[in-house]
């Protein structure tokens, strides 16, 4: 496990670490695909949260943040949760949801729709975020 950013024997105290480990995403999308379950990434935590939106939610932080600590400290978690050598590529996002989920939208037959084609719905981080 990890306590504090550093290596951590889970079993010294219970509980005050956080467990990690070594996923084979191949063979969990194998198994779920035989089960009919949708399967998104393995995604590197840092695309995940860039497509959640945590550049714009940190600059809106630091745009209002007053105190230079808070100010370091945010830049300094950000760093840690999107870095490739930190957490941003250590650490992956899988998403595994019903079929359906992913299914196209039925074609509309209302006004000027029938010549556009449905793209399927997004799954929250697994797709760019795209402001407009």
Known sequence: GFKGHQLHPVLEAPGS???????????????????????????????????MG??????????RCQDRATRDQLLSSYRVLTHPDHMGQRFLFLCLLHQSRLATPPRSHGLKMEDKIPTPLPVAGFTELAVR
Not at 54 to 63: A, F, H, K, N, Q
């Open 54 to 63: 945590i550049d714009t939610r940190m600059e809106v932080l630091l745009r």
């Open 17 to 51: 670490a956080d467990l990690t480990a070594d996923v084979d995403f191949c063979y969990l999308r194998k198994m779920a695909a035989r089960r009919g379950v949708a399967c998104l990434g393995p995604l590197p935590q840092s695309d995940f949260l860039k497509n």
